[in-house]
């Protein structure tokens, strides 16, 4: 089982850029496809991306398609998120959290495990 850590959140202007990491420690991270999550105040956890364990495909929710690019290292057992041209809208807490061997678009945060603190974003307008 791996265990997740996310860090690069932080205050930003809309149409800025961040890059989101997710590390992991444990074994087999090359095993595992990678969800990413965010929770803004006053709301329900919602699904923003995910990759593959293979890394052969990456799944958007609509709102980021186009914006977010996610991919992976295994070498460095880490998965980032690139976040471009940035909105208010997007100011949350991300989180990621892991499936072992993930072939497919999985919504539903119950179906991860291994979740991290989170790493707040915020965009100002």
């Known amino acids: 089982q791996v265990q997740l850590e996310e860090s690069g959140g932080e205050l930003v202007q809309a149409g800025g850029s961040l890059r989101l990491s997710c590390t992991a420690s444990?074994?087999?991270?090359?095993?595992?496809?990678i969800g990413w999550f965010r929770q803004a105040p006053g709301k329900e956890r919602e699904f923003v991306g995910s990759?593959?364990?293979?890394?052969?495909?990456?799944y958007y929710t609509d709102s980021v398609k186009g914006r977010f690019t996610i991919s992976r290292d295994n070498a460095k057992r880490t998965v980032y998120m690139q976040m471009n041209n940035l909105r208010p809208e997007d100011t949350a807490v991300y989180h990621c959290a892991a499936r072992m061997l993930l072939v497919s678009r999985l919504t539903d945060p119950d179906e991860y495990s291994g979740w991290g603190q989170g790493t707040q974003v915020t965009v100002s307008s």
């Open positions: 990759i593959e364990w293979s890394g052969s495909h990456t």
């Open positions: 444990g074994n087999y991270f090359e095993r595992y496809g």
